[in-house]
């Protein structure tokens, strides 16, 4: 039990799909993430969000839309994805922004 | 930008043997976290250690950050240990500390 949970696991999806990616956090951490991993690269910060507020966007494109409903949740909603959005898709949590993180298992996306 | 380079970039070791992971950054840093990827792809944090030496079971780190580099210890390692290491800094000292810049990680296969 890691404290942050992502589901679903794995993902398989066409290119004219909606889905999303959902992440809860039960450390009653206030700061969120999301992080891209592809195939040998080194982990990439998409999305940040401090007490339910975006703090960062990595110029990250519009097909990807994050959502906070609370400091508990992050959702990572996806549409018109492309191939190269294959990726593992990790989730993390910290008390604070600067705190350390701690990550969620991951949703392993894949894009047909 | 600030360039966190590790070194091995690949470490095949006997089950029981020691060893030493290294990370090396160009520039001054506050914060340094050492995380696990296991082969399932869960990312576990197992160090905040923006200076001194931790120890956790048979995991340490030190980090010398006037010399800009961390180091991790692996002792009697187990095929469990299995996996990449990665090292993870913030951009600058005085850019948000939130950003982790990740290195590029040690793969590491422990042998039984």
């Known amino acids: 039990e890691t404290g942050v949970t992502q589901t679903p696991r794995h993902l398989v999806m066409g290119m004219t799909n909606k889905k999303s990616l959902k992440c809860e956090q039960h450390?009653?951490?206030?700061?969120m993430y999301w992080y891209k991993q592809s195939a040998k690269k080194p982990l990439e910060l998409m999305f940040v969000?401090?007490?339910?507020?975006?703090?960062e966007n990595n110029s990250v494109p519009s097909r990807f839309s994050p959502e906070c409903p609370n400091s508990s949740h992050l959702f990572l909603h996806l549409h018109t994805l492309q191939p190269e959005d294959s990726a593992l898709y990790l989730c993390?949590?910290?008390?604070?922004?600067?705190?350390?993180?701690?990550f969620g298992d991951g949703t392993r996306l894949s894009i047909l | 930008g600030i360039q966190v380079e590790q070194s091995p970039p690949d470490l095949i070791l006997q089950e029981g043997a020691n060893s030493t992971l290294r990370c090396n950054f160009s520039?001054?840093?506050?914060?340094l976290q050492w995380f696990h990827q296991n082969p399932w792809g869960q990312l576990i944090n197992l160090f905040y250690?923006?200076?001194g030496t931790k120890q956790n079971g048979r995991l340490s780190a030190t980090t010398v950050a006037t010399e800009r580099y961390s180091l991790l210890y692996i002792s009697s390692s187990q095929t469990t240990d299995s996996g990449v290491y990665f090292c993870?800094?913030?951009?600058?000292?005085?850019?948000?500390?939130?950003?982790?810049?990740f290195g590029s990680g040690t793969r590491l296969l422990v042998r039984p």
């Open positions: 993390a949590s910290s008390q604070d922004i600067g705190q350390p993180q701690h």
């Open positions: 450390l009653g951490h206030n700061a």
């Open positions: 969000y401090s007490l339910e507020e975006r703090v």
């Open positions: 520039d001054s840093v506050n914060n």
């Open positions: 250690i923006p200076s």
């Open positions: 993870a800094v913030p951009p600058g000292w005085l850019d948000s500390s939130y950003k982790l810049i």
